[in-house]
Nanobody, 129 residues
């Protein structure tokens, strides 16, 4: 059974940094097509922040993340990261790791849609002014 476990969330002041980690277990990382990060504020739809292809490392960023957030991965450790710099109060949200497996139809990555097969439980990020 696949598990995505996020860590690294917490409370920081505006301008600070956090690095989120997502460890994949129960599934071969090499059988994943892409992984990503979403965030959600209560009462709002999840927002796709970034995604990365497990093979090749091609990345995508939302406008709100570009220039401040960086996605990366360590395939050997089955971990995907989200480095977040210059955090702002509006970045306060629950952050979720997502993953999409390789399927017979080809390398489709749902980002920025929420149609990923696998979701973590989330880690809270709170940014104070």
């Amino acid at each position: 059974r696949v598990q995505l476990v996020e860590s690294g969330g917490g409370s920081v002041q505006a301008g600070g940094s956090l690095r989120l980690s997502c460890t994949v277990s129960g599934y071969s990382y090499s059988n994943l097509n892409c992984l990503g990060w979403f965030r959600q504020i209560p009462g709002r739809e999840p927002e796709g922040l970034s995604a990365i292809y497990a093979t090749g490392g091609l990345t995508y960023y939302a406008g709100s993340a570009k220039g401040r957030f960086t996605i990366s991965q360590d395939n050997a450790k089955n971990v995907v990261y989200l480095q977040m710099n210059d955090l702002r109060p509006e970045d306060t949200a629950m952050y979720y790791c997502v993953a999409e497996p390789l399927k017979a139809a080809g390398g489709y990555c749902p980002y920025p849609k929420t149609d990923f097969d696998f979701w973590g439980q989330g880690t809270q990020v709170t940014v104070s002014s």
